[in-house]
Nanobody, 127 residues
């Protein structure tokens, strides 16, 4: 199983980036996909999640709610993290992870519920 996050880069505060997460070796549509990030010297934290249910429910950390949007394109085996109104504190390495628990809800942010992790992509927000 391989997950790959891509699309990171450098952007000024207030700008936007879209990250992509692709996977091989799993039936992608059957997995909930979470996004996490880790800033230097800090623990990895949850950013958001999209479930594998038919309605594709999404959940977000309070720090990104209203600015970040997760979507899934099953035909492309890709999940996107659209990041708008980026802030300096959004600077981090962003990771995507896959969970076979299709209906993650209140516990969507729990890292150990995700079985597969991709290598991260760096997002740097500057003033």
């Amino acid at each position: 199983v391989q997950l790959q996050a891509s699309g990171g880069g450098s952007v000024q505060a207030g700008g936007s980036l879209r990250l992509s997460c692709t996977a091989s070796g799993i039936t992608f549509e059957n997995y909930a996909i979470g996004w996490f990030r880790q800033a230097p010297g800090k623990e990895r934290e949850a950013v958001g999640c999209i479930t594998a249910t038919s309605d594709g429910s999404t959940y977000y950390a309070d720090s990104v709610k209203g600015r970040f949007t997760i979507s899934r394109d099953s035909a492309k085996n890709t999940v996107y993290l659209q990041m708008n109104s980026l802030k300096l504190e959004d600077t981090a390495v962003y990771y995507c992870a896959a969970s076979p628990r299709r209906k993650l809800s209140v516990n969507w942010y729990v890292k150990y519920l995700y079985d597969y992790w991709g290598q991260g992509t760096q997002v740097t927000v500057s003033s």
